[in-house]
């Protein structure tokens, strides 16, 4: 789980500052259709838009520090853990 100081603040004007607690993958997205391969057909998703980075930031650490950050990723989808292969003796 990312620690709240290792997101940084985008360089670039974002198009938003989309805060997604529960979904595919959680984290602070910078453009909506990016949020929404993490968020859009999965059940119990909880996201939202923010006004300022310092604003997502807060609810993140809020979350985090809560427990509250919970990744669901959809079965065979792109953010699907991939099975480890250990190396043969």
Same mark, same amino acid.
């Given at each position: ?15 938003? &500052? ?7 993958? &959680?984290?602070? &997205? ?9 968020? +859009? ?14 604003? =997502? +930031? =807060?609810?993140?650490?809020? =979350?985090?520090?809560?427990?509250? +950050?919970? =990744? ?6 792109? &953010?699907?853990?991939?099975? +480890? ?5």
């Amino acid at each position: 789980i990312p620690h709240p100081s290792d997101l940084v603040e985008p360089t670039s004007k974002p198009e938003g &500052f989309y805060l997604v607690i529960i979904g595919q993958e &959680f984290s602070i &997205f910078y453009m909506w259709k990016d949020t929404a391969l993490h968020v +859009l057909e999965i059940s119990g998703a909880i996201y939202y838009k923010c006004k300022t980075f310092q604003q =997502a +930031l =807060a609810n993140y650490t809020a =979350a985090y520090d809560k427990g509250e +950050l919970h =990744a669901i990723p959809s079965p065979g989808g792109p &953010f699907w853990p991939t099975e +480890l292969h250990m190396p043969s003796p």
